[in-house]
T-cell receptor, first 109, second 114 residues
Framework: GQNIDQPTEMTATEGAIVQINCTYQTSGFNGLFWYQQHAGEAPTFLSYNVLDGLEEKGRFSSFLSRSKGYSYLLLKELQMKDSASYLCAALDSNYQLIWGAGTKLIIKP | ETGVTQTPRHLVMGMTNKKSLKCEQHLGHNAMYWYKQSAKKPLELMFVYNFKEQTENNSVPSRFSPECPNSSHLFLHLHTLQPEDSALYLC?????????????FGPGTRLTVL
């Protein structure tokens, strides 16, 4: 079956760095997405990786290893507004998004 | 503002009621999606429409009935729901169904079935 695993909850300190991991098992693979979802709001797109390596976008970076079925989202210089759920989703061979349950990130002062 | 709107934002209904959720996208996209989001569970894809044609129905109970009159509008008609149907219902759109298809989400409708 198809599956996405990511931690349920993480806590970090304002100003610090946090890495949210995601492992995936899918029928075929056409890329991996990260979305951010604040409580009571819509998920919003953060990143898309289809090739191995690190993609940097400001304070956020996303990494992909296709051979390991592994990705991570790296958040630097954490701010209180980064408190949210982070959703990992893999695109399978039928271009269907397989979603993880999300990682709730709590930022403490 | 993501360009995808949903109404109502909150809905409380009894098990014998009939109601409809509405989604509208202003992005010129060709594909629209209904998802169910329950606490601590992955997003569940319910229906996909591509160019107004339903392309996927992921074994959703018949008490949920989608309608897509045009590429910009999507409805989810609800009737005789069960308490376990209480969840956040999210609508999304994307440029196309295949390929790199970043999805843009609406704010969702929080549904409570009594």
């Amino acid at each position: 079956g198809q599956n996405i695993d990511q931690p349920t909850e993480m806590t970090a300190t304002e100003g610090a760095i946090v890495q949210i991991n995601c492992t995936y098992q899918t029928s075929g693979f056409n890329g991996l997405f990260w979305y951010q979802q604040h409580a009571g709001e819509a998920p919003t797109f953060l990143s898309y990786n289809v090739l191995d390596g690190l993609e940097e976008k400001g304070r956020f970076s996303s990494f992909l290893s296709r051979s390991k079925g592994y990705s991570y989202l790296l958040l630097k210089e954490l701010q209180m507004k980064d408190s949210a759920s982070y959703l990992c989703a893999a695109l399978d061979s039928n271009y269907q998004l397989i979603w993880g349950a999300g990682t709730k990130l709590i930022i403490k002062p | 503002e993501t360009g995808v709107t949903q109404t109502p934002r909150h809905l409380v209904m009894g098990m014998t009621n009939k109601k409809s959720l509405k989604c509208e996208q202003h992005l010129g996209h060709n594909a629209m999606y209904w998802y169910k989001q329950s606490a601590k569970k992955p997003l569940e894809l319910m229906f996909v429409y591509n160019f107004k044609e339903q392309t996927e129905n992921n074994s959703v109970p018949s008490r949920f009935s989608p309608e897509c009159p045009n590429s910009s509008h999507l409805f989810l008609h609800l009737h005789t729901l069960q308490p376990e149907d209480s969840a956040l219902y999210l609508c999304a759109s994307s440029q196309d169904r295949e390929g790199y298809n970043e999805q843009f989400f609406g704010p969702g409708t929080r549904l409570t079935v009594l």
